[in-house]
């Protein structure tokens, strides 16, 4: 069975700090991974998405992921946060036979000015 | 184009009542997900439907829930006898393909459910 796990329920981090959010993914098959954003009141969006392409993937509004095999993991960074990053993020794997997608925890990040 | 779309948005009923929640997908989309979000978690897949049939109805929690989908449009979440372990953010997706080939999900806004 596929899982995710995000190390953190809530970050914070200044204004223009450095952004890092773990996820650490199990699966039995090479995965599809995603992080999507919530931002308050709205629905999810897709921030990007690893599907066995260049492990450094870049994403909307500045945000990247790597994907370490070794590891097991696909944590998520932004090497200077903005105030309108204030959200909740979740990183979640895809089942390769549906494409449902298996959701962590999220992690809720706070900006601070 | 137009997104995803659910409706209610919110919905406050009192236990023991049934609900129905809808979701009308991105045009031409054919798979279909129903997923839901309980304060404090993250988001629990629910069922798959590709086309109007669901292939995976593994994260139904009950047989308090159903769902049915026609043809590739609208879809509905019926629940029974609503409890207040019910009470969630009801999230629907569609995309372009389900299965192995990767396609982007599209969220629609959720529908809160309130049960009293």
């Known amino acids: 069975a596929q899982s995710v796990t995000q190390l953190g329920s809530h970050v914070s981090v200044s204004e223009g700090a450095l952004v890092l959010l773990r996820c650490n993914y199990s699966?039995?098959?090479?995965?599809?991974l995603f992080w999507y954003v919530q931002y308050p009141n709205q629905g999810l969006q897709l921030l990007l998405k690893?599907?066995?392409?260049?492990?450094l993937v870049k994403g909307i509004n500045g945000f990247e992921a790597e994907f370490k095999k070794s590891e097991t993991s696909f944590h998520l960074t932004k090497p200077s946060a903005h105030m309108s990053d204030a959200a909740e993020y979740f990183c979640?794997?895809?089942?390769?036979?549906?494409?449902?997608?298996?959701f962590g925890q999220g992690t809720t990040l706070q900006v601070k000015p | 184009g137009a997104g995803v779309s659910q409706s209610p948005s919110n919905k406050v009923t009192e236990k023991g009542k049934d609900v129905e929640l809808r979701c009308d997908p991105i045009s031409g989309h054919t798979a279909l997900y129903w997923y839901r979000q309980r304060l404090g978690q993250g988001l629990e897949f629910l069922i798959y439907f590709q086309g109007n049939s669901a292939p995976d109805k593994s994260g139904l929690p009950s047989d308090r829930f159903s769902a049915e989908r026609t043809g590739e449009s609208v879809s509905t979440l019926t629940i029974q006898r609503t409890q207040q372990e019910d009470s969630a953010v009801y999230l629907c997706a569609s995309s372009s393909a389900g299965g192995e080939v990767y396609n982007e999900q599209f969220f629609g806004p959720g529908t809160r459910l309130t049960v009293l």
């Open positions: 690893y599907t066995s392409a260049a492990t």
């Open positions: 979640a794997v895809s089942d390769r036979s549906t494409g449902k997608l298996i």
């Open positions: 699966s039995s098959v090479p995965p599809y």
